[in-house]
């Protein structure tokens, strides 16, 4: 069997004396889609952002690939990696944010282009075509020029999409991305992730879309209070759940 | 619209009809009549006065040594605000690096250098050779010594005025460029983070640019307020603008001339200031304010065409 894409094992966070995330187990094989529930608080969040080691896990073991996130082995001992060979590693990592997170100085173009151009070293003419093609693919092909003040949150998330989608990861990252948006533009952002996963991107998704969730995802988690409660088929998990705690939660965002 | 539940009725003119008639505002006319009376006033015994020696201020507002100390203000201004600048740069990262040592030197500086005088920091800069008769390079504690140079031919009148104006400086803009840095979100150092650029790309590719937005306008502030500052450097005899005045009036006495002298060449160069800032300030206005792609003098006029318009929208949203 082939290196799991996500394995986590009992992985540990605290902010302080808040403990978040007490010891998750999670495996997510190459080009399956899993999505995180669960109400506010309960670590989903700091999940995620700790594949990419925007928080440092503190206890357990997480690897992305088969490479631990943030760490090297050495024996029995665990050595914090630099900041270079950190930046390294999420170069295969996409992630989108919540709040967008663009680039406001740029325009959409130069957002996509700014990653291969200044990281990868690709060369400009080349970035800037496949910057045109990845917006072309959200549907922004004729906004390229606009800054992201003059766009609207669906679109400027979707250009998120595409500048991550530009350093060619392996693993996209989703951090509640249709959660700032109005409800008419979370569709034409839900629809490019569909496409995505569609292709065979192995992606992570936390959102509150249940029916996102139910009709993309191949794995649903099931997360309160910094552990996994429930985890599997979206079908059984997020239909007829065989956890309290999980049954409680849908019946209150359904 | 509250318009389409009124009900209509027909012995009044249609809403269309109907004109506005803005207030009148008698006071603001009185007032206006009053300010200029006012400066008329002023101006009138001002032209009067003989003491003022409108020939003294033409026959030395283009001289020579004017011209030279107003050379040495400009390069003072220019040097001392780069070098404040670059400090002061260096010392607002200091001062936000998770470092403790660093983090308290850099506030040691700024608690200092904010703290004494300007004045009080010129004069000793200029008078440095009474604390150190020698500047020396060597290993410390010992007598083993390098290189040794008498502080004053090092310290000329110019060089110390530059070290007292550009250390100032850097305190100050320390703490403007730390509150532009911070004035970033966040989020984008982490998106930034997430595409793989290094911390040092980060911060010059994306945090700065976006910084520069809050950093110029009071850069813009703290440069004006320097080529003024300058002045000061007259008690060290540094050859500036205002020493060279200061030397003339000394032997023909003729003090308030030659303060006129003075006042328009520092007026001048400060409007001519105030362009370079503005490009500045579009230039790094992109993406975030609707004016960002027009011109100063554009914005202007747009502003004193947009006088009417307002008040057209008004007419149309009260006839509504």
Same mark, same amino acid.
């Given at each position: ?19 978040? =995330? ?25 999940? =995620? ?8 896990? &503190? ?7 088969? &490479? ?38 740029? $325009? ?6 700014? /990653? ?25 092909? &004729?906004? /390229? ?5 003059? =766009? ?49 991107? $192995? ?13 993309? /995802? ?6 309160? &209070? ?21 049954? /409680? ?6 | ?49 003989? %003491? ?38 260096? @010392? ?75 250390? %100032? ?7 403007? @460029? ?42 813009? %502030? ?10 000061? @450097? ?87």
């Amino acid at each position: 069997m082939s290196v799991p894409m996500v394995h986590a094992h009992g992985v540990r966070k605290h902010f302080a004396k808040l403990e978040v =995330l007490k010891g998750i187990d999670l495996t997510i094989e190459r080009g399956q889609v899993c999505c995180l529930l669960g109400p506010s608080g309960s670590g989903k969040s700091t999940f =995620l952002r700790c594949i990419n080691h925007l928080d440092r896990v &503190d206890g357990g073991k997480l690897a992305v690939d088969g &490479d631990l996130v943030g760490y090297r082995q050495n024996g029995s001992r665990l050595h914090e990696l630099r900041e270079k060979e950190v930046a390294a590693r999420r170069r295969d990592i996409g992630m989108v944010f919540q709040r967008f997170n663009l680039f406001p100085h740029m $325009t959409a173009l130069d957002n996509v282009m700014e /990653a291969p151009v200044n990281v990868c070293k690709t060369d400009k003419s080349q970035a800037r075509d496949e910057a045109h093609h990845l917006l072309e693919q959200v549907g922004l092909g &004729d906004r /390229a020029g606009h800054y992201p003040a003059q =766009l609207s949150g669906g679109q400027q998330q979707r250009v998120a999409i595409a500048r991550a989608l530009a350093m060619k990861p392996k693993l996209m990252l989703f951090d509640e991305p249709t959660s700032a948006l109005d409800p008419e533009l979370v569709g034409d952002v839900l629809d490019v992730m569909r496409r995505l996963a569609a292709d065979g991107m $192995t992606m992570v998704v936390v959102t509150h879309e249940i029916g996102f969730a139910r009709e993309v /995802a191949d794995t649903a988690v099931f997360m309160d &209070d910094g552990v996994v409660v429930e985890s599997g088929d979206p079908r059984q998990v997020l239909v007829e759940p065989r956890q309290e705690r999980t049954r /409680a939660f849908l019946s209150k965002v359904l | 619209m509250t318009t389409t539940t009124v009900p209509v009725d027909t012995d009044r003119p249609a809403p269309q009809q109907l004109t506005v008639v803005p207030l009148r505002h008698y006071g603001r006319w009185i007032a206006a009549v009053a300010a200029i009376a006012a400066l008329i006033g002023v101006a009138g015994s001002l032209a009067k006065n003989s %003491n003022l020696h409108w020939e003294i201020i033409g026959h030395f507002l283009f001289a020579d040594l004017i011209f030279s100390g107003l050379v040495t203000t400009l390069w003072l201004t220019v040097a001392a605000m780069a070098l404040g600048l670059i400090l002061g740069t260096l @010392v607002a990262v200091m001062r936000l690096s998770s470092n403790p040592v660093l983090y308290g030197m850099s506030s040691l500086f700024v608690w200092f250098f904010r703290g004494t005088p300007l004045l009080v920091q010129i004069i000793f800069w200029g008078y440095a050779a009474a604390l150190y008769q020698y500047v020396k390079i060597g290993i410390p504690f010992t007598s083993v010594t390098f290189f040794q140079v008498e502080t004053n031919s090092l310290l000329t009148p110019a060089i110390a005025a530059l070290l007292a104006l550009g250390l %100032n400086e850097a305190a100050y803009a320390s703490e403007i @460029v730390r509150a532009g840095i911070q004035s970033v979100d966040p989020g984008q150092s982490e998106a930034a983070h997430s595409l793989g650029m290094r911390p040092a790309q980060t911060m010059r590719r994306i945090v700065l640019p976006q910084a520069m937005r809050v950093i110029i306008p009071p850069m813009g %502030n703290e440069t004006i307020n320097m080529l003024k500052m300058t002045a000061l @450097v007259s008690i060290i005899s540094a050859h500036d603008l205002m020493s060279n005045i200061q030397d003339v009036y000394a032997q023909n006495y003729q003090v308030i001339p030659m303060l006129v002298v003075a006042s328009l060449w520092y007026l001048g160069l400060v409007t001519l200031l105030s362009i370079p800032q503005a490009w500045l300030e579009r230039r790094y206005g992109r993406g975030t304010d609707r004016g960002g792609h027009t011109s100063p003098l554009r914005r202007m006029l747009a502003g004193a065409l947009a006088q009417p318009a307002r008040t057209k929208k008004n007419t149309k949203e009260a006839g509504a």
